[in-house]
């Protein structure tokens, strides 16, 4: 049997109210995909989510964590190509047909993203986000890696991650027969994981290919990840390790402080 193209693996934790939305978009697609769904917190709702939609569902052993239930959601996926879906969210329904097309034009793309929307909700209720200014300066950021002929080069690569990472996690698709079956997410960090990784398949072979077409709905909420780790100390520790490993000290410190203040507008 040929190998599937690509699989969207749903990372579910808790019993997200905001689950089914982010499946049925994904069920909703052009283009069909496989669907999984893994987590480390199994419960009777998410159960009757992948039952509903004809989902398999995938339980790992262990404590649940970022890092460790990504790595599970890789191994489990079956596709070639593998977007680690956030429950939270809602994928537009061309998001496989584009992500195709650039792997029709580009199959050497180790990673693929988009641009995003952004759903802010307060106290259960989505809430005006006409002008929100941490979107507006990541896609200023990823202005360099539009360059999609030269966008297979080290430094171009590096270039929209360097001042931060302009790289919205959930609308970003691997490439397996790239990366090969090594851990895909060795970072030990638990905040800045995404972008540590981001940092590290930069270095590695392949091209990435960002389309600023916004292909995702990105919610922001008090019970996202996202946002518990903002109260959190640990992030900016983390945050300014990644500055350092990419600058010189004087220069990092400069960046963290700009980038705390950018920080404060998830709010």
């Given at each position: 049997?040929?190998?599937?193209?690509?699989?969207?693996?749903?990372?579910?934790?808790?019993?997200?109210?905001?689950?089914?939305?982010?499946?049925?978009?994904?069920?909703?697609?052009?283009?069909?995909?496989?669907?999984?769904?893994?987590?480390?917190?199994?419960?009777?709702?998410?159960?009757?989510?992948?039952?509903?939609?004809?989902?398999?569902?995938?339980?790992?052993?262990?404590?649940?964590?970022?890092?460790?239930?990504?790595?599970?959601?890789?191994?489990?996926?079956?596709?070639?190509?593998?977007?680690?879906?956030?429950?939270?969210?809602?994928?537009?329904?061309?998001?496989?047909?584009?992500?195709?097309?650039?792997?029709?034009?580009y199959p050497d793309l180790s990673l693929f993203a988009s641009d995003?929307?952004?759903?802010?909700?307060?106290?259960?209720?989505?809430?005006?986000?006409?002008?929100?200014?941490?979107?507006?300066?990541?896609?200023?950021?990823?202005?360099?890696?539009?360059?999609?002929?030269?966008?297979?080069?080290?430094?171009?690569?590096?270039?929209?991650?360097?001042?931060?990472?302009?790289?919205?996690?959930?609308?970003?698709?691997?490439?397996?027969?790239?990366?090969?079956?090594?851990?895909?997410?060795?970072?030990?960090?638990?905040?800045?994981?995404?972008?540590?990784?981001?940092?590290?398949?930069?270095?590695?072979?392949?091209?990435?290919v960002i389309t600023e077409k916004p292909l995702l709905a990105y919610?922001?909420?008090?019970?996202?990840?996202?946002?518990?780790?903002?109260?959190?100390?640990?992030?900016?520790?983390?945050?300014?390790?990644?500055?350092?490993?990419?600058?010189?000290?004087?220069?990092?410190?400069?960046?963290?402080?700009?980038?705390?203040?950018?920080?404060?507008?998830?709010?």
């Amino acid at each position: 049997m040929d190998r599937v193209l690509h699989t969207f693996a749903v990372c579910a934790y808790g019993d997200s109210p905001y689950l089914e939305q982010c499946v049925r978009s994904l069920t909703r697609q052009t283009v069909r995909s496989e669907i999984i769904i893994c987590t480390a917190t199994p419960s009777d709702y998410i159960c009757r989510i992948a039952e509903k939609y004809g989902i398999c569902l995938y339980v790992r052993d262990g404590e649940p964590g970022i890092r460790e239930d990504w790595q599970y959601a890789w191994e489990k996926s079956g596709g070639m190509l593998v977007t680690i879906a956030h429950q939270d969210d809602i994928y537009r329904r061309t998001y496989t047909e584009e992500l195709i097309r650039a792997y029709g034009k580009y199959p050497d793309l180790s990673l693929f993203a988009s641009d995003y929307m952004t759903i802010k909700m307060k106290n259960g209720k989505a809430v005006d986000d006409t002008f929100n200014t941490v979107w507006l300066v990541k896609k200023i950021l990823r202005l360099p890696l539009r360059l999609q002929l030269i966008s297979d080069r080290t430094w171009l690569k590096l270039s929209g991650l360097v001042f931060g990472n302009s790289i919205c996690c959930p609308t970003c698709t691997y490439n397996k027969a790239l990366i090969g079956d090594r851990e895909m997410f060795p970072s030990e960090m638990k905040f800045a994981l995404d972008w540590d990784n981001l940092v590290d398949l930069a270095s590695a072979a392949g091209r990435f290919v960002i389309t600023e077409k916004p292909l995702l709905a990105y919610r922001v909420h008090d019970g996202a990840a996202t946002f518990r780790s903002m109260q959190d100390d640990g992030r900016n520790r983390e945050e300014e390790a990644m500055f350092r490993k990419l600058w010189p000290e004087s220069i990092a410190d400069l960046l963290m402080k700009l980038y705390k203040k950018a920080g404060n507008e998830y709010r």
